[in-house]
T-cell receptor, first 115, second 115 residues
Framework: DTGVSQNPRHKITKRGQNVTFRCDPI?????LYWYRQTLGQGPEFLTY????????KSRLLSDRFSAERPKGSFSTLEIQRTEQGDSAMYLC?????????????FGPGTRLTVT | AQSVTQLDSQVPVFEEAPVELRCNYS??????LFWYVQYPNQGLQLLLK??????LVKGINGFEAEFNKSQTSFHLRKPSVHISDTAEYFC?????????????FGQGTILTVHP
């Protein structure tokens, strides 16, 4: 169990560019979550996968955001035409189980800075 | 929908003193409650969780929390803090049903332990 990993750890991009982040969950975990954390705030839920199916998306996730989890393994989060307001820490978490909310294990996050 | 309010944004305390970090939640359904800790430049780590049963739950690093349904609170306590407890602490709630275990976080409380 190597934990949840995220790449890259830091990303600086210019406004209008596209960026993609990757999350590798703990191998046996079938649930995967993306959260966004801005300075001075708690993480906010963005989207959730159970295996490869994306089952819920927050209203925070505009049309410029898309997430995938092919084959129910790693996940990617893409932001198109980045805006300065997208600057934040993007956190990925994974967990086991159905029904009961098992513990979510968080990755170290990807810090995005849009200039 | 659920919401979480952490009543103190910053809590300074001296080493070996007791500390309480306050958390109130609102929800129209039964909830599960969590406390996470975030050290600088690291992901979130679970301190403790309340799912059901005893309202007093013990976690890692000597922390404990008490679930109070009538006051909709889940305050975190430690009888004697160490310098190493300096970090940001997040209270979070998860509802059952179709929420799939997604977490709603409070704004965070920065605990600073002074020598």
């Amino acid at each position: 169990d190597t934990g949840v990993s995220q790449n890259p750890r830091h990303k600086i991009t210019k406004r209008g560019q596209n960026v993609t982040f990757r999350c590798d969950p703990i191998s046996e975990h079938n649930r995967l979550y993306w959260y966004r954390q801005t300075l001075g705030q708690g993480p906010e839920f963005l989207t959730y996968f159970q295996n490869e199916a994306q089952l819920e998306k927050s209203r925070l996730l505009s049309d410029r955001f898309s997430a995938e989890r092919p084959k129910g393994s790693f996940s990617t989060l893409e932001i198109q035409r980045t805006e300065q307001g997208d600057s934040a820490m993007y956190l990925c978490a994974s967990s086991l189980g159905y029904g009961t909310p098992y513990e979510q294990y968080f990755g170290p996050g990807t810090r995005l800075t849009v200039t | 929908a659920q919401s979480v309010t952490q009543l103190d944004s910053q809590v300074p305390v001296f080493e070996e003193a007791p500390v309480e970090l306050r958390c109130n939640y609102s929800s129209s359904v039964s909830v599960y409650l969590f406390w996470y800790v975030q050290y600088p430049n690291q992901g979130l780590q679970l301190l403790l969780k309340y799912l059901s049963g005893s309202t007093l739950v013990k976690g890692i690093n000597g922390f404990e929390a008490e679930f109070n349904k009538s006051q909709t609170s889940f305050h975190l306590r430690k009888p004697s803090v160490h310098i190493s407890d300096t970090a940001e602490y997040f209270c979070a709630v998860s509802a059952g049903g179709t929420s799939y275990g997604k977490l709603t976080f409070g704004q965070g409380t920065i605990l600073t332990v002074h020598p």
